[in-house]
């Protein structure tokens, strides 16, 4: 008996975050016009947590959409010593979704350019991205869908503020750099927690991601930590931050190029978004903590980080 209650627990909990996170995906699509009628979308699959959640999410809204597009999975295998090759075409097999493995020694490559030592990222996915471009031109796809969430929006936003002096994040759509593909992200309104917790009920057979031996990006991992110390201190605070990447006030801002300031002229009608002089700002209760000693924590945090 407290077997099976335990067990309609569990299941009702798993119900509950599959829901959360098809709702969000969803929703995300939606807002962002992500996905239109006929649509191929290139789903690039790693063998993460992040893009296996991708395609089976995908997957799922494919069968309820009022609208028809089709789903191709793309892995690149470049050739890093210990690639289980075998994993990813036996899921996808089972799954029934066309796929293509694309196989390009990249390892190689960057092993060859890249003095011991030094950090081999940056190489690599510019090889990456070039690859799966041309795949995408020869598959005809007309969206590239990578597994990229909230929190990774979030952690570029920061590693862009500290480190490269931009207020800049990762965005949901967006046109290639190479002008030829539209990028989509739809699970930019996920959790990491909640897709991790999904990829583990789901099983998914991850693919491990240190298989080149590269370093974890240190700067990234700060931020992870800086975030991750607020989220359990001051429950709310990413929420905030996250509401706040989509809630802008370029003329709040410092940047011209986004307000014109030179065309500031009093209109004499009231506006809510007016300069409200010495007024200290004025918050959304729904993300003020009750911790009063909270600003001089956090400040020694943000310290810390550099
Ligand atoms: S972690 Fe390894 S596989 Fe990933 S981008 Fe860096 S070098 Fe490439």
Redesign the pocket.
């Known amino acids: 008996m407290q077997t099976e209650r335990t067990e309609a627990k569990k299941q009702y909990g798993f119900n509950k975050l599959q829901k959360r996170i098809r709702r969000e995906t969803g929703k995300a699509i939606q807002q962002f016009s992500m996905i239109e009628h006929n649509d191929k979308i290139m789903v690039c699959l790693s063998g993460g947590k992040d893009s296996y959640t991708l395609l089976d999410t995908l997957m799922y809204l494919k069968r309820v959409a009022p609208i028809h597009f089709d789903i191709i999975a793309v892995n690149l295998d470049?050739k890093?010593p210990g690639f289980p090759e075998h994993v990813l075409p036996q899921y996808l097999e089972q799954l029934g979704v066309d796929y293509e493995i694309v196989e390009e020694d990249t390892y190689s490559i960057?092993k060859d350019k890249i003095p011991e030592g030094k950090t081999?990222?940056s190489l690599?996915?510019r090889l990456?991205r070039g690859i799966l471009y041309k795949t995408a031109k020869r598959l005809g796809a007309t969206k590239i869908a990578l597994g990229h969430h909230r929190d990774d929006m979030i952690e570029t936003m920061f590693l862009n503020m500290f480190y490269g002096g931009k207020l800049k994040s990762m965005p949901p759509k967006l046109v290639s750099d190479n002008g030829e593909h539209v990028v989509i992200r739809p699970l930019a309104f996920c959790r990491e927690k909640d897709i991790a917790r999904y990829s583990e009920a789901m099983a998914f057979p991850i693919i491990p991601?240190n298989l080149?031996g590269?370093q974890e990006n240190l700067q990234r991992k700060n931020i992870k930590t800086m975030l991750n110390q607020w989220d359990r201190q001051f429950p709310g605070r990413i929420e905030s931050i996250f509401t706040a990447m989509q809630s802008v006030t370029p003329s709040h801002l410092v940047d011209n190029e986004l307000f014109n300031f030179d065309a500031v002229k009093a209109t004499g009608v009231e506006t809510e978004e007016g300069d409200t002089a010495f007024d200290a700002p004025s918050f959304n209760q729904s993300f003020v903590p009750e911790d009063t000693e909270e600003q001089s924590t956090s400040a020694i945090q943000i310290t810390q980080i550099a």
Do not use: H, M, N
Request: proline share 0%.
């Open positions: 470049q890093q960057v081999t990222c690599c996915s990456r991601c080149c590269s």
